[in-house]
């Protein structure tokens, strides 16, 4: 009697680049850990075993586990991605992980992707804009707002800040003020708000130039990596096409 | 509008991609006059002496070449002063792009440094053909231009030429779709498959037509090569 051949537990060979820069005399390597693959393994998984069973002192970030905090963006196998998000049956034997390049590092695969996107936020001033805001009475009911406007701008609000656009963007990788496909959504989404009441001219001041929608050269690394699939070459054509008018 | 507000690189922007869109469209017409050869030695002989105006001033004009070819010329100088904005311009923007590149193996951001490379050779290649065509304005016709490219060697610029230059205008029209195209979030998909296709379509159409003409002209210049000089005489003209 055959047996029914049962699937072979892959070893994996998880290839991190090590870098603390807390600890400058350490220099920069790639080490390889080994793991046995689990059912519907994640990287998230994989890398909280090596960190628990294997090498205490490897760096991550994570808080959701479930691609809606924007924390565990790296370089999976070169490209930008969630960790959370990715299933090592959808990755080769070997994996290699680098954190996102053009971020602040951490130590590891740990970059500062806040302290960058608070940057973007304050020099595009992503919040509503409105001269009555003092006043207004917080305790009065908010005006309605139409469904599908509602439903648009909230499309654009699915954005978490992970940072991969900026890593999959190789103008943001050259130039390191162009405000990427991040800032250029997030301009998007308050022109559409009806509470923000700045006009096309005030949005011209803040990405009318080359390190705004202007600088963008269309390479659609970040239509092709947010993990969050946001229409994002749709919305700088949008941008871009406005931006030439106003 | 404020005063305060500079509308300069908006301006810049709409002028790179109009310039390249009007050189595209200068190019596949171009393709279609050159390829006339294809259709005969009186084809083409008619599509020369069109350009020379004979049609309309009864003689030909041939300083009407100089004229477009010195309008194009202008138009790549134009186009290419605006786009060298966009080129890595230090060793470090060098060495950023070519490690994005090799990491992210990403079919449109590879596209783009195909349009630096090609871009630059254009400034050489398409700055030489042009010359030489607002110099020697009359030496186009059957004979003359198979001459040229044969005796002349003229094909050792015109074929490296033929693949630049279609590629960059091939791959300039997807990503000027890409860049201006009023597509909604959900149609984005679908028109950047249409814009692919085109893409892929005309550089493979131009690419064959071009090759055809041109190894139409280097066998016309072979068999002409012992009467160099001599110039075409349509068959109307002849007793």
Redo the contacts between chains.
Sequence with gaps: MSEIPTRAVRELTIRVLRCNPAEPEQTPEWQDFRLEEAEAMTLFVALSLLREEQDASLSFDFVCRAGICGSCGM?IN??PGLACRTLTRDLPDTITLAPL?GFELIADLSVNTGKWMRGMSERLETWVHDAGLADHNLAQVEAPMDPALAREIY?LERCIECGCCIA?C?TA???ENFVGAVGLNQVARFRLDPRDTRED?DY??LV???D?V?GC?????C???CPKDL?L???I??L??K??R? | ??PS??RW??R???LQSASGLLLVLFIWGHMFFESSILLGHDAMYLVAKAFEGQPLLSEPHPELVSIAGGTVLMLIALHALLAL??F?ATWR?YR??H????????W??TL?YVQVITGFFLFFLAAAHLSQMMLQPEDIGPYASADRIWSDHYWLLYAPLLLTVHLHAAIGVY?LA?????????T?DRW?GRARLLMVSALAFFLCLGTASLVTYMRLGAEHAPYKGERYTPSWERE
């Design positions: 370089l070169g490209r390049p499309e999959a190789g990788q050259m130039r001219a011209y001041e009318g130039d080359e705004g202007f050269m269309t390479l659609l690394g239509e092709d990596l229409p070459a749709a919305q054509a949008f871009r096409r931006m030439a106003a | 509008m404020r507000v500079n690189p908006a810049v922007d709409v904005r966009k890595p923007q950023e792009l490690g994005h590149l090799g990491r992210m193996r990403h449109d951001s783009w990503r890409m860049k201006w195209g009023p597509f909604s979030a959900a984005t950047r």
